[in-house]
């Protein structure tokens, strides 16, 4: 009977482990739409039902968020981001949430080509016996590189050590490929990540 039992709560727990991602995209998606939907509702009571003024409005939001990304494309800034920076970095509490959100959406949303994390490596951290997976988002020079390994599940917190190029192996996957690994604590891991990883720690 207890056998029975733990077999039944394990088959619970992979159970709602495979359906939680679904549940949380649906939340989300709610959420959003609750939020988008209070203010087009704020924006038709002020405007007293004007749909001209409804519309332009939600124009004029978007040619601005398309010029602030344009600008940080173009020229790797925005003035208004940077003010906007300027002013969280002098408020305590907020200056915490913000740099957390910042970074976390940073790490989330990088990609190869991505300022923030380039390559994926293997290197050998705490100690040289054991490995850890971190992201390439410095090069020193021709032998010694930048990685940055994050701690799980909370991957925007973690170490930046310098490591010799030779020692490090390089990994040819996705930057959300590892950071799922990273974030499940190794549990949630692609086939094909698994192999390349195996394939490196046998040279």
Known sequence: MKKLLKKLFRYLWLGTLSILP???VVQIFFWLQKVLLGYLYKAFAISEGNYIFVGSMFFL???????VGYSIEKYGKSIFIAFIDNLMQNIPLLKTIYNFVKDFLKMVFATKESDVFREVVLVPFPNKNLK????VTN???EKNIVVFVPTCPNPTSGFTVIVKKEEAYFIDVGIDEAMKMIISI????????????????KK
């Open 186 to 201: 190794g549990a949630v891991a692609e086939d094909e990540f698994k192999e390349k990883i195996t394939e490196k720690l």
């Open 139 to 141: 090069v020193l020079d």
């Open 22 to 24: 679904l549940l949380i």
């Open 61 to 67: 939001i978007i040619l601005f968020l398309t010029v």
């Open 132 to 135: 850890s997976v971190g992201f």
